[in-house]
């Protein structure tokens, strides 16, 4: 009866995964296909110094007021969307999540860029 209703659970988590799954599938292919769109904007301000990539794992204006502020606030606006589907489906927080994909872009970076340290301060890679 235990292995029952451990087997069922599982079942049903799978269930309610594979559900969530397609009703995103739609969502992710725009954010997708949005991205895309952005990154070769994104890559350009990047190389200009113009924005960086904060400890959090969302773009960051440099200056105060600068070029680039409407395509930093829509590209973290997705990385937000996507980060919170990846902690629903692993049980993680966001911040969690954004803080290992912030260790995955430092890492895949190209020198020049501006990234944010896990203490604050910000040097280029």
């Known amino acids: 009866m235990k292995n029952r209703t451990f087997v069922f659970c599982i079942l049903a988590a799978s269930m309610v995964l594979l559900a969530a799954s397609f009703a995103l599938a739609g969502e992710a292919d725009d954010i997708k296909a949005r991205m ?6 994104i890559d350009s ?3 200009q110094g113009l924005i960086g990539e904060n400890n959090q794992g969302l773009l960051e204006l440099r200056e105060a007021v600068g070029k680039g ?5 829509e590209e973290n606006r997705d990385r937000m969307v ?9 049980g993680a ?10 260790l995955q872009i430092r890492e895949t970076a190209v020198p020049g860029t501006w990234i944010q340290t896990g203490d604050g301060t910000w040097q280029k890679k």
């Open 36 to 41: 895309k769109e952005r990154l070769g904007t």
């Open 69 to 73: 502020a409407d395509i930093v606030a």
């Open 82 to 90: 996507v980060y919170q589907a990846i902690a629903r489906q692993t």
């Open 93 to 102: 927080t966001v911040e969690k999540v954004g803080a290992r994909r912030a």
């Open 45 to 47: 301000l990047k190389a």
